[in-house]
């Protein structure tokens, strides 16, 4: 069993920076992903990045833009995702999550299971 836990989320201003944390904790071994994905009222929850705890191979999603940064430590025990030059849009629910994994794979809600309780992000213009 895997357990995730956010930190970092609040408020911010157009065009900042922030840096979501994902404290990872449970069976761990390298067959893991951890992945974050974004929620707006309404809308379905949307894949941002997977990063593989085994050697580090991030993935991201299409539709996500360059601003995002998926990275983990060196203890590979807490995961971060980097927003830079924010934007009002980006205003959502940010969702850390994991799963065993045989290598790297792409952010999709089906394929995890662990699942944080997520932290708000409100970027202000």
């Known amino acids: 069993e895997l357990r995730v836990t956010e930190s970092g989320g609040g408020s911010a201003q157009a065009g900042g920076s922030l840096r979501l944390s994902c404290a990872l904790s449970?069976?761990?071994?390298?067959?893991?992903?951890v992945a974050w994905f974004r929620q707006t009222p309404g809308k379905e929850r949307e894949g941002i990045s997977t990063?593989?705890?085994?050697?580090?191979?991030?993935t991201y999603s299409a539709s996500v833009p360059g601003r995002f940064n998926i990275s983990q430590d060196n203890a590979k025990t807490t995961m971060f995702l980097q927003i830079d030059s924010l934007q009002p849009e980006d205003t959502a629910m940010y969702y850390c999550?994991?799963?065993?994994?045989?290598?790297?794979?792409?952010?999709?809600?089906?394929?995890?299971?662990?699942w944080g309780q997520g932290n708000q992000v409100t970027v202000s213009s």
């Open positions: 999550t994991a799963e065993y994994c045989s290598g790297d794979v792409r952010p999709l809600v089906r394929y995890f299971s662990y």
């Open positions: 449970g069976d761990l071994h390298d067959n893991v992903c």
């Open positions: 990063i593989y705890r085994g050697d580090g191979s991030t």
